[in-house]
């Protein structure tokens, strides 16, 4: 004991260092102890135990941080590792360092002081747009362009980004303001971030994206946000997969040209469809990436409508083409994470297949970009004609009375002029949450809020309705207990 004892300050003074090398995903800027989130290290036996307090309850991010600071406990040699989850007292701004302050107000948000504020310093940070000018807008194919923005040097570290996270654009077209998420495509460069555009019938953002923008123009962007995707570490060495079909390429193109650059013992397979060699979005960069990493980058191209030599490389990504790889050319059950983007379809069925075929359900991250379901909003907005909500933000009350029109709250409230934040409007980011106060709401879809937040309270108000009288949903509070 007396040698533990001797050598255990050194080693809580490294496992800090380590652990001060986990960034926020929500704020990609800070490290988790930065932000205070790790409350003690201490040596239990021949363990630790690791004191962790979220920057609130129901954080969909916990679990990620939580599987971090094992991984990285666990290949410095840590071990046995236990995590006590402290929640009683709640974070605070207060814990945050000094430098973490700074570093979040270049960010765009400013940590308040006064513990009774209960605006929550990432909400603000999350949904904070800053003016950039296009340096240059690229064509991919017919149909698709890349929009590259200059990022000043005052904001380089607010458009700091984990591979696989988006941007929100916005921009007014006639009287209406209109907000788009859309991936960044490219991996970090000094100076500018870049997302793909595609343009898609009666898409009014995305043909705008297209034909109207030019460089030198200035577009409203939301700093980055999401948590889709992953942060390549240098020591790690990993094996990972891609399925992508159509535009769902453009968030996997960071998270490979990061991954592959960053870690230089890993390797990545790709799995892309697209109806033809023609409609490929990013042909030259994937063909580039392969000649830069020809062993280590595996690249299946699958077209629908193109006939080639081989049949095995004709179809559509479906559960049978995906069994059918595995017989013949891949070897699922090898790779450590599967990144899957696409319609909701191909998703659903490449997840099924997937767990089929051996990998973990936790190995397993999808990005939603696109959402079914309208008919059932409109149905549901009918019953709700004529319902009030109070809406509560920045600490008032807005009465909100919905009509046929609005096919949720967000709508109506954004109608009858409320400033609330949203981006998708899809149900797949939750910048819109909020917690519902009094009475009850139904949600056509979630793609993003988890078990706990619904148990909490918390509700996407771009996809709620109320279905009782009297409703209070409180913007305020979307970060909160």
Known sequence: MQHLATIAPADVRQIWALLGQIPDPEVPVLTITDLGMVRSVAQQGEGWVIGFTPTYSGCPATEHLLGEIRRVMTENGYTPVHIVLRLDPPWTTDW???????????????????????LNVFEVAMTTFHSLTVAKVEPETRDAVTITFAVPDALQSAYAFRPGQHLTLKTRLGNEELRRCYSICRGARPGEISVA???????????????????????????????????PQADRRGNYL???????????????????????????????????SQSMMFRQALADLKDRYPTRLQLVCLF?????????????????????????LINFSQFDEAFICGPAAMMDEA???????????????????????SSVRRAASVQAQGQTVTVRQDGRDRQVTLTADDESILDAALRQGADLPYACKGGVCATCKCKVLRGNVSMATNYSLEADELAAGYVLSCQALPITPDVIVDFDAKGMA
């Open 242 to 276: 891609a399925i992508a079909a159509g535009s769902g390429i453009t968030p996997m193109l960071a998270i490979v040209e990061t991954t592959l650059g960053t870690e230089a013992d890993s390797q990545f397979t790709v799995i892309y469809g697209n109806r033809s």
């Open 304 to 328: 629908s409508q193109e006939t080639l030599d081989s049949d095995l490389l004709y179809g559509r990504i479906n559960g049978e083409k995906l069994q059918e790889l595995s017989r013949t």
């Open 96 to 118: 945050m360092s000094p430098d973490a302050r700074e570093r979040l107000r270049q960010y765009g948000a400013t940590a308040a002081a006064n513990p009774l504020i209960t």
């Open 351 to 373: 997840e099924t297949t997937l767990l089929a075929l051996g990998m973990p359900k936790k190995t397993l991250h999808l990005e939603r970009f696109n959402t079914p379901g």
């Open 197 to 231: 555009v595609k343009a898609i019938d009666g898409g009014r953002f995305s043909n705008y994206a297209r034909q109207e923008i030019k460089q030198g123009m200035a577009l409203e962007v939301m700093v980055p946000q999401g948590l889709f995707g992953y942060q």
